[in-house]
């Protein structure tokens, strides 16, 4: 079995594949206050509960954006299994092309979204990831890793916009009937919701027209499912694709 990890601004999600099949999905909190015997423990916990056994765990690998976390998980998993993870950086093959300004700037999530749009979807392939922050990459028809964008996720935008007012409310983001608000919580929404919607589909457009040619457009991600139902262009959803990214990457490098 193979384990892999992806650790995120906000979660610890766990993959077990039995070849190419993935069979065990899970998440944890990251908090960078845990132990790795802590993260050993939690690790093991989740996995029993959903009926995986860490004795027949072969191989794993990770991917992080919080190193203080990355390095606890790194030996969580060392003490679980035996043996250290592979972890998505410098020095290991990716199979991607990067041709932004500073390859070693590249965050490790990008590069395993990337990996895993290049293995399932046609290119070239746009790829959106929506998380803690919402990241949008572009892949051109040879595979090349061209750069994207970065805006702030939705969840975060919503808790920036509540802190920093003193009249307008903390709220789960969830898509009004109407984009016209008629009352404070419905405007807020829509902002969020409607406006993320119509953000991605204006920088779909305009990365299009930059590379001369209509994409693949896959989104991941927390709020993707909710969100690129809204938008006008067609965007496929692909739960788990940074972990059919990272188990892409083992296999390169295995």
């Known amino acids: ?76 998993v060392a003490l679980l299994c035996g043996q250290e993870p592979l972890v998505v950086g410098p020095g290991l093959k990716s199979g991607i092309n990067i041709r932004i300004d500073n390859p070693a700037q590249l965050g490790a999530d990008l590069v395993v979204g990337a990996a ?25 028809r040879e595979g090349n ?44 929404q829509s902002g969020i919701v409607y406006g993320t919607a119509a953000m991605l589909d204006g920088l779909i457009e305009r990365m299009e027209e930059e590379l001369g040619e209509s994409a693949t457009v896959v989104a991941t991600g927390g709020m993707s499912r909710e969100i690129v139902g809204l938008c006008r262009r067609e965007i496929l959803y692909d739960e788990n694709l940074l972990l059919d990214g990272l188990r892409r990457i083992y296999e390169k490098n295995a």
């Open 1 to 76: 079995m193979l384990l892999v990890i992806d650790i995120g601004n906000t979660h610890v999600t766990l993959g077990l594949y039995d070849q190419e099949h993935l069979t065990t999905t899970a998440r944890l909190a990251t908090d960078d206050r845990l132990t790795p015997d802590q993260y050993a423990i939690a690790i093991k916990q989740v996995l029993d509960l959903h009926g995986a056994n860490v004795a027949h765990i072969d191989g794993s690998i990770l991917s992080c954006v919080v190193p203080a976390v990355g390095n606890a998980v790194k030996q969580a």
């Open 116 to 140: 895993g749009a290049l293995a399932k979807y046609p290119l070239p392939c746009i790829v959106i990831d929506m998380g803690t922050a919402t990241t949008v990459t572009v892949l051109d």
């Open 145 to 188: 890793f061209l750069g994207g964008a970065i805006a702030a996720g939705v969840r975060l935008t919503l808790e920036s916009l509540a802190s920093g007012t003193a009249a307008l409310p903390s709220l789960h983001p969830s898509a009004p009937k109407k984009v016209i608000g008629t009352n404070t919580v419905d405007c807020m």
